[in-house]
C-alpha cells in the first residue's frame, strides 16, 4: 500500500508539472504573438493620446482573458487617478505640445470622476497647452468631460445626445407572478427601493419622489459644472428642446450641435489628425498621422509616486461582497486584510478610505467597518473619501471615519436594510409537483423554497433586518453626533446628493481625494513627501499580472473605426439592459441581507454588465488561486 501511495503521489507531482508547463507555454505564445505586432515606440515628443475606449473608473476590474485572445467580453476599464496623473503631469510636461482624448467608444463615468478629469484638463489649457476631444457622439458623462478642452470635434454624421439623469428601470413582478415564485420581502425605509422590482410593476410614489428629487439635483450640478467650463454653449437650451435637430435641422445634429456652441468643429479622423498634426507635429515614424504618445506609454515614462508618501490610501470600489475579491469589487475579507496590513507597516501614519460603492452585503460592510475602527484604536487619524457614490453599505463604512469628504455631486445615505427570499411552491404546483414531510421544531426545513415559507420564519427574518436596521441608525447617530430620532428622519433607505448631505451633517466637508489626504496628513502632523499619498491596492495573482501587461501593449494599437452615433446610442441602451439583468441575478444570488441602492447604480456611473475579475470562481480564478497555493 505504501508503494501505491508514492506512486499515486509521483503521478500527481507529474501530472502538476505537465499541466503547469502546458500553461507557461500558453501565456508565452500569446506574448510572443502580440509582441510581434508590437507598434513602434512612441516619439519622445507630441500630444499625450489617450483613447478612452470604456469606462472610467475608481478602481478597474482584473484584466479580462478572453480580451487577449480576440474575444473581449466587455469593455476595458480606466483607472480615475492614472489618467487624471498622466492628464495633470502634461501640464507641465515640455514634450507634450497638446492633450488629445479620443471618446468616439467612451462608455461612461460618474459626475464626480468627470470634475475631476475635466479640473485635470483645465490645468492644461492654464499652462497654455491646447486640449483636444473627438467622437462620433458625445453623451452625457462624455460631454462633461468635452466641455472643459479648448476644442471640441464631432463627426459630421455625430450627436451631440445630453439625456439628463433618469430613465426606466425593469420590473419583474409580472414575469414573477407568470412564473409562479413568490417572493418574501423583509424590509425597513419607506425609501428602500431596491426591492420594488420583485414585487411592483412599477415606482412606488415615495421612490419616485426620492428619485426625482436626486436626479433635479445631479442635473442642476452637471449643468452648472458645464456652463462654468464653457459659458457659450446653450447647453441647458440645447437638452430642452431636442426636436430642434429634426425641425430646424432636418436631421443634421452635428450641426445643431454646432450652432448652439457645443462644438467648435466638425470634422472626419483625417480633418482631426490634420489639426493635431499642426499644433504637435508630424510622427516621424507613421507617415500622415500626427507625433502621440498613448497614455499607457505615458504612464510608464511617468509613474504616479506610490511609495514616498506615510498617508495610506485604501480604495472601497464596486458592489460590497462577502469574503475575497479582486479589484472592482469590495471583498470584505479583501479589504479587511488591506487596513490590517496597513497598520502593521510602520511606514502607514494616517488612513484614507476612498469610497465609491452603491452598498452590498452588510456582514461584508460590517467587515470593512470594523477594521477602520481597529485602525483608530491603533492611533491613526481616518478620513473618508467619498467618489460618485457612497450610499447603503458604503456610507455603513463611512460611518468609520473621523472626517467625510464629499462633492456635491456625490450619491450617498440611503441608510436602510432588505432581504429578499424567493420560493417556489407556485411554480411546482403549476406543473404537480407538492412537497411534504415532518417536523421537529417551528424551523425545521426552513425556509423552505419549495413548499412555501413558514410564518415565523417570516417573523424572524423580519425582525432581523429591523435590528440590523437600528444598528445602522444607531452607528449613523453616534457617528454624526445626531440625535437617534433625527438619524432615523434622514434615513428611511432615501438617497442625497451630496449637497443635500452636507446640510443633513451626514458628511462634513466638500472635497475631492487630495483634500481627504492633506487632512489625513494634518491630523497625523505629516509634512513635505511624507504627506503624500501610499496606494494599499490588492495584490493581482500572476495570471491577472501577466494578462494586464499584455492588454497594455494590445492597447497602443491604433484606435479602430468608428461606429455611427446611433449604433453606438443602441450598445450603450444594450449594456444598461444587460447591466440591470446582472444586478438581478447577483441579487437573487448573492448576500442575503444587504444594504444596497438600486438607484446608485444608475444614477453613481456605468452600469457593470459582467462579474467583476476575482469575484466569482471560473476557471480563471481556479488557476490564479492554483499559481498562488504553488
Same mark, same amino acid.
Given at each position: 500500500? /505504501?508503494?501505491?501511495?508514492?506512486?499515486?503521489?509521483?503521478?500527481?507531482?507529474?501530472?502538476?508539472?505537465? @499541466?503547469?508547463?502546458?500553461?507557461?507555454?500558453?501565456?508565452?505564445?500569446?506574448?510572443?504573438?502580440?509582441?510581434?505586432?508590437?507598434?513602434?515606440?512612441?516619439?519622445?515628443?507630441?500630444?499625450?493620446?489617450?483613447?478612452?475606449?470604456?469606462?472610467?473608473?475608481?478602481?478597474?476590474? /482584473?484584466?479580462?482573458?478572453?480580451?487577449?485572445?480576440?474575444?473581449?467580453?466587455?469593455?476595458?476599464?480606466?483607472? +480615475?487617478?492614472?489618467?487624471?496623473?498622466?492628464?495633470?503631469?502634461?501640464?507641465?510636461?515640455?514634450?507634450?505640445?497638446?492633450?488629445?482624448?479620443?471618446?468616439?467608444?467612451?462608455?461612461?463615468?460618474?459626475?464626480?470622476?468627470?470634475?475631476?478629469?475635466?479640473?485635470?484638463?483645465?490645468?492644461?489649457?492654464?499652462?497654455?497647452?491646447?486640449?483636444?476631444?473627438?467622437?462620433?457622439? !458625445?453623451?452625457?458623462?462624455?460631454?462633461?468631460?468635452?466641455?472643459?478642452?479648448?476644442?471640441?470635434?464631432?463627426?459630421?454624421?455625430?450627436? @451631440?445626445?445630453?439625456? /439628463?439623469?433618469?430613465?426606466?428601470?425593469?420590473?419583474? #413582478?409580472? $414575469?414573477? %407572478?407568470?412564473?409562479?415564485?413568490?417572493?418574501? &420581502?423583509?424590509?425597513?425605509?419607506?425609501?428602500?427601493?431596491?426591492?420594488?422590482?420583485?414585487?411592483?410593476?412599477?415606482?412606488?410614489?415615495?421612490?419616485?419622489?426620492?428619485?426625482?428629487?436626486?436626479?433635479?439635483?445631479?442635473?442642476?450640478?452637471?449643468?452648472?459644472?458645464?456652463?462654468?467650463?464653457?459659458?457659450?454653449?446653450?447647453?441647458?437650451?440645447?437638452?430642452? %428642446?431636442?426636436?430642434? @435637430?429634426?425641425?430646424?435641422?432636418?436631421?443634421?445634429?452635428?450641426?445643431?450641435?454646432?450652432?448652439?456652441?457645443?462644438?467648435?468643429? +466638425?470634422? %472626419?479622423?483625417?480633418?482631426?489628425?490634420?489639426?493635431?498634426?499642426?499644433?504637435?507635429?508630424?510622427?516621424?515614424?507613421?507617415?500622415?498621422?500626427?507625433?502621440?504618445?498613448?497614455?499607457?506609454?505615458?504612464?510608464?515614462?511617468?509613474?504616479?509616486?506610490?511609495?514616498?508618501?506615510? @498617508?495610506?490610501?485604501?480604495?472601497?470600489?464596486?458592489?460590497?461582497?462577502?469574503?475575497?475579491?479582486?479589484?472592482?469589487?469590495?471583498?470584505?475579507?479583501?479589504?479587511?486584510? $488591506?487596513?490590517?496590513?496597513? $497598520?502593521?507597516?510602520?511606514?502607514?501614519?494616517?488612513?484614507?478610505?476612498?469610497?465609491?460603492?452603491?452598498?452590498?452585503?452588510?456582514?461584508? *460592510?460590517?467587515?470593512?467597518?470594523?477594521?477602520?475602527?481597529?485602525?483608530?484604536?491603533?492611533?491613526?487619524?481616518?478620513?473618508?473619501?467619498?467618489?460618485?457614490?457612497?450610499?447603503?453599505?458604503?456610507?455603513? &463604512?463611512?460611518?468609520?471615519?473621523?472626517?467625510? !469628504?464629499?462633492?456635491?455631486?456625490?450619491?450617498?445615505?440611503?441608510?436602510?436594510?432588505?432581504?429578499?427570499?424567493?420560493?417556489?411552491?407556485?411554480?411546482?404546483?403549476?406543473?404537480?409537483?407538492?412537497?411534504?414531510?415532518?417536523?421537529?421544531?417551528?424551523?425545521?426545513?426552513?425556509?423552505?423554497?419549495?413548499?412555501? =415559507?413558514?410564518?415565523?420564519?417570516?417573523?424572524? *427574518?423580519?425582525?432581523?433586518?429591523?435590528?440590523?436596521?437600528?444598528?445602522? =441608525?444607531?452607528?449613523?447617530?453616534?457617528?454624526?453626533?445626531?440625535?437617534?430620532?433625527?438619524?432615523?428622519?434622514?434615513?428611511?433607505?432615501?438617497?442625497?446628493?451630496?449637497?443635500?448631505?452636507?446640510?443633513?451633517?451626514?458628511?462634513?466637508?466638500?472635497?475631492? $481625494?487630495?483634500?481627504?489626504?492633506?487632512?489625513?496628513?494634518?491630523?497625523? #502632523?505629516?509634512?513635505?513627501?511624507?504627506?503624500?499619498?501610499?496606494?494599499?491596492?490588492?495584490?493581482? %495573482?500572476?495570471?491577472?499580472?501577466?494578462?494586464?501587461?499584455?492588454?497594455?501593449?494590445?492597447?497602443?494599437?491604433?484606435?479602430?473605426?468608428?461606429?455611427?452615433?446611433?449604433?453606438?446610442?443602441?450598445?450603450?441602451?444594450?449594456?444598461?439592459?444587460?447591466?440591470?439583468?446582472?444586478?438581478?441575478?447577483?441579487?437573487?444570488?448573492?448576500?442575503?441581507?444587504?444594504?444596497?441602492?438600486?438607484?446608485?447604480? /444608475?444614477?453613481?456611473?456605468?452600469?457593470?454588465?459582467?462579474?467583476?475579475?476575482?469575484?466569482?470562481?471560473?476557471?480563471?480564478?481556479?488557476?490564479?488561486?492554483?499559481?498562488?497555493?504553488?
Amino acid at each position: 500500500m /505504501g508503494f501505491i501511495k508514492g506512486a499515486w503521489r509521483l503521478l500527481m507531482v507529474v501530472k502538476d508539472a505537465l @499541466v503547469l508547463l502546458f500553461l507557461i507555454g500558453f501565456f508565452i505564445a500569446i506574448y510572443a504573438a502580440i509582441s510581434m505586432v508590437r507598434p513602434a515606440p512612441a516619439p519622445a515628443r507630441g500630444a499625450l493620446y489617450v483613447s478612452l475606449d470604456g469606462a472610467l473608473v475608481e478602481q478597474p476590474a /482584473g484584466s479580462d482573458p478572453l480580451s487577449v485572445i480576440g474575444a473581449p467580453e466587455s469593455a476595458p476599464e480606466y483607472r +480615475l487617478r492614472d489618467v487624471v496623473h498622466a492628464v495633470e503631469t502634461a501640464a507641465g510636461d515640455d514634450a507634450i505640445k497638446a492633450v488629445v482624448i479620443d471618446l468616439s467608444r467612451f462608455t461612461g463615468t460618474g459626475h464626480v470622476a468627470g470634475q475631476r478629469l475635466g479640473a485635470a484638463m483645465d490645468k492644461v489649457r492654464r499652462a497654455g497647452k491646447p486640449v483636444l476631444t473627438y467622437a462620433v457622439q !458625445y453623451d452625457d458623462s462624455g460631454y462633461q468631460i468635452a466641455a472643459h478642452a479648448s476644442e471640441v470635434w464631432l463627426s459630421p454624421f455625430g450627436f @451631440v445626445a445630453i439625456a /439628463g439623469p433618469g430613465g426606466s428601470q425593469l420590473y419583474y #413582478k409580472g $414575469l414573477i %407572478d407568470r412564473l409562479g415564485v413568490t417572493t418574501h &420581502i423583509y424590509r425597513v425605509g419607506t425609501y428602500k427601493s431596491f426591492v420594488e422590482p420583485y414585487i411592483r410593476a412599477d415606482q412606488s410614489p415615495p421612490a419616485k419622489e426620492a428619485a426625482q428629487a436626486l436626479a433635479s439635483s445631479l442635473w442642476s450640478n452637471w449643468i452648472a459644472n458645464v456652463h462654468g467650463a464653457r459659458p457659450k454653449a446653450q447647453v441647458a437650451a440645447y437638452a430642452a %428642446d431636442p426636436m430642434l @435637430v429634426a425641425r430646424d435641422f432636418k436631421g443634421d445634429a452635428a450641426k445643431a450641435a454646432l450652432s448652439r456652441g457645443l462644438v467648435d468643429k +466638425l470634422g %472626419d479622423d483625417y480633418g482631426f489628425n490634420d489639426r493635431v498634426t499642426e499644433i504637435a507635429g508630424a510622427d516621424p515614424e507613421n507617415d500622415g498621422t500626427y507625433a502621440s504618445i498613448p497614455l499607457e506609454d505615458y504612464l510608464r515614462r511617468h509613474p504616479a509616486s506610490r511609495d514616498q508618501g506615510k @498617508v495610506g490610501v485604501v480604495t472601497v470600489a464596486g458592489e460590497i461582497v462577502d469574503g475575497e475579491a479582486g479589484p472592482g469589487s469590495a471583498g470584505g475579507d479583501s479589504i479587511a486584510a $488591506l487596513i490590517d496590513n496597513a $497598520l502593521a507597516d510602520d511606514k502607514i501614519k494616517a488612513l484614507v478610505v476612498r469610497v465609491d460603492s452603491p452598498g452590498g452585503s452588510v456582514t461584508a *460592510a460590517e467587515a470593512i467597518r470594523q477594521s477602520v475602527m481597529q485602525a483608530r484604536k491603533a492611533g491613526l487619524p481616518v478620513v473618508i473619501s467619498m467618489g460618485n457614490v457612497a450610499a447603503s453599505g458604503g456610507y455603513w &463604512i463611512s460611518t468609520a471615519g473621523q472626517k467625510i !469628504y464629499a462633492e456635491p455631486s456625490t450619491i450617498t445615505g440611503s441608510i436602510g436594510v432588505f432581504g429578499i427570499l424567493p420560493s417556489f411552491e407556485g411554480t411546482l404546483a403549476k406543473i404537480g409537483v407538492t412537497s411534504d414531510g415532518v417536523r421537529t421544531t417551528p424551523l425545521s426545513g426552513e425556509p423552505d423554497v419549495t413548499g412555501g =415559507v413558514s410564518p415565523a420564519f417570516n417573523a424572524i *427574518a423580519q425582525s432581523t433586518v429591523e435590528h440590523v436596521y437600528r444598528q445602522f =441608525v444607531g452607528l449613523v447617530a453616534s457617528a454624526r453626533h445626531l440625535p437617534v430620532d433625527q438619524a432615523e428622519k434622514i434615513a428611511e433607505g432615501r438617497v442625497w446628493d451630496g449637497g443635500s448631505a452636507r446640510q443633513l451633517r451626514l458628511v462634513d466637508a466638500f472635497g475631492g $481625494l487630495d483634500d481627504a489626504v492633506a487632512e489625513a496628513a494634518r491630523r497625523a #502632523k505629516l509634512t513635505g513627501t511624507d504627506a503624500r499619498p501610499r496606494w494599499l491596492d490588492p495584490t493581482l %495573482d500572476p495570471v491577472s499580472q501577466f494578462l494586464g501587461s499584455v492588454s497594455a501593449r494590445a492597447g497602443t494599437k491604433a484606435r479602430p473605426a468608428a461606429l455611427d452615433w446611433l449604433t453606438l446610442q443602441s450598445r450603450r441602451r444594450e449594456q444598461a439592459a444587460q447591466g440591470a439583468l446582472v444586478q438581478a441575478r447577483a441579487m437573487l444570488s448573492g448576500s442575503a441581507i444587504r444594504a444596497d441602492c438600486l438607484e446608485c447604480r /444608475g444614477l453613481g456611473g456605468p452600469p457593470s454588465t459582467v462579474a467583476k475579475a476575482g469575484a466569482n470562481g471560473g476557471i480563471w480564478g481556479w488557476l490564479g488561486a492554483w499559481l498562488n497555493a504553488r
